[in-house]
């Protein structure tokens, strides 16, 4: 296929997906400078190593496993710790309409809210997210069922809390 076909295939795939990367980038980063930074360069990097893709069946997986090590290798870049109430660009209503839900979403670790996000917000199956994550498929699982615990709990205290103002 001839370079213009495939930068208007490339073009056409990312902004088809382009909803998808910013989740996936907010559900690892939670800053949306950190997230557009990640997937600029992730989509840089697609697009830089387009001829190392096998097959074009797999490239939603394949561009979403190359922004997941974007991601990671920000907060590894990173290492500190901002608390929570001293990011002023995080707006919990945009990303998730239930502002408790979001909020529950920082008690889990990064790699719980992408396993969460790609399996309930971009319906992936546990075996997909395997593959990205290169984990098993029963870290998969155990990481869904510690995030769902962890997230229950949270929305249980909130609601308790609540009940008591």
């Known amino acids: 296929m001839n370079k213009a076909r495939t930068d208007a295939w490339f073009s056409r ?7 998808t990367l910013f989740r996936v980038a907010f559900s690892i980063l939670r800053n949306y400078a950190d997230c557009e930074d990640a997937v600029q360069s992730a989509i840089l990097k697609a697009y830089q190593n387009l001829d190392t893709l096998k097959e074009r069946a797999y490239f939603r997986t394949w561009a979403v496993r190359i922004l997941k090590n974007e991601c990671f290798a920000l907060l590894r870049k990173q290492r500190t710790i901002v608390p929570l109430s001293e990011q002023t660009d995080v707006n ?3 990303e998730v309409p239930d502002l408790d839900l979001n909020r529950a979403f920082d008690v889990l670790s990064p790699e719980e809210r992408l396993t969460i996000t790609l399996y309930y917000y971009e319906g992936y199956k546990t075996a997909e997210i395997a593959k990205l994550t290169d984990v098993s498929d029963s870290t998969v699982r155990n990481r869904l069922s510690r995030a769902r615990a962890a997230l229950k709990e949270q929305l249980t205290k909130r609601s308790v809390f609540d009940e008591v103002l």
């Open 13 to 19: 795939e990312i902004e088809s997906m382009s909803d």
């Open 92 to 94: 919990y209503e945009m």
